[in-house]
DNA sequence: TATTGTTATACTCTATAACTATA
DNA sequence: TATAGTTATAGAGTATAACAATA
């Protein structure tokens, strides 16, 4: 039985069920959209590390290769591949740290700037569901994800 | 340029957009909710593929490898490694078809029932964000996904 | 001939541990 | 000593292609 009294600034079991709902509806997406994410970062011979990695790199902004890791949540010894991938591909450069010449930094090359650009408007774009909802849904689920996400850090 | 006109039930570029950036906060709350995964399956002894399989195990209900690798959209041969794991862990069987000799259904051990149940209380369970989200907003959320993820199909 | 699952192959990602070069 | 990055290692996931058994 839920709750008789549910404020709606508490989390009780009706909240954490809906948000435990929700959670799964999101995975179903996730996982239903994995066969257009898998063409669309193949046809811009990328694998989805390497495209999160460029994700995570802005233009000129030289980035360590350490808050890559931390930024990507994976071991130190991951991102050396990854930008070993990378540079193989001319999407980016290491540059020796000019302070502390223990870090390396990655930077973008012009070919890694454009690339990141078309990952971002062709890999960031929503699955098919989510495009086809009526404006108000869209509108809706933005701000309350971005309510939950965004500001409350 | 905008339509000038753009009614609810239209896809127009102002939903395109609230859906791109709601697709955007959804990877980012995925993204920021990888280590809690990643702890979760560690203390179960699980890979996420692996728990992504028993996710589409039900008990008693044998699944040919040909119906696991569809569901899980990767390829057969993938299962085949996959399936290997999960029986040398004791959570799953290959048992033979009995009208096709050909095909071999995969069915999930006492054992991998109970793990699948853990799996779904715990791995299943929000993240925090989305746990600690406002009633209204959680009810919402659930509400707008299923309308886009679940009905119409 | 066609299909189901496996095997062989090659590659990416993954963490841990050992190593290097700096600091 | 401590830290940043690499290398070594071992293992999981991935697709493709070739193969076996069965249809």
Do not use: Y
Not at 53 to 74: D, F, I, K, N
Request: proline share 8%; glycine share 8%.
């Amino acid at each position: 039985m839920a709750t008789s009294t549910p404020r709606s600034a508490e989390a009780g079991p009706v909240t954490a069920d809906a948000a435990r709902d929700a959670w799964g509806l999101i995975w179903k997406l996730f996982l239903e959209d994995k066969p257009r994410r898998f063409a669309i970062l193949s046809e811009l011979g990328l694998s989805m590390q390497q495209a999160m990695a460029l994700g995570h790199l802005e233009p000129g902004t030289p980035v360590p290769m350490s808050a890559l890791a931390e930024a990507m949540h994976c071991d130190n010894s991951n991102i050396t591949g990854i930008v070993d991938r990378l540079e193989a591909a001319g999407l980016a450069e290491r540059r020796p740290g000019e302070r502390d010449r223990r870090v390396k930094a990655v930077i973008l090359t012009p070919k890694g700037e454009k690339t990141k650009v078309e990952v971002q408007r062709r890999a960031g774009s929503p699955p098919p569901r989510l495009a086809a909802m009526p404006l108000e849904d869209a509108l809706a689920l933005r701000e309350i994800l971005a309510r939950a996400v965004g500001l409350n850090r």
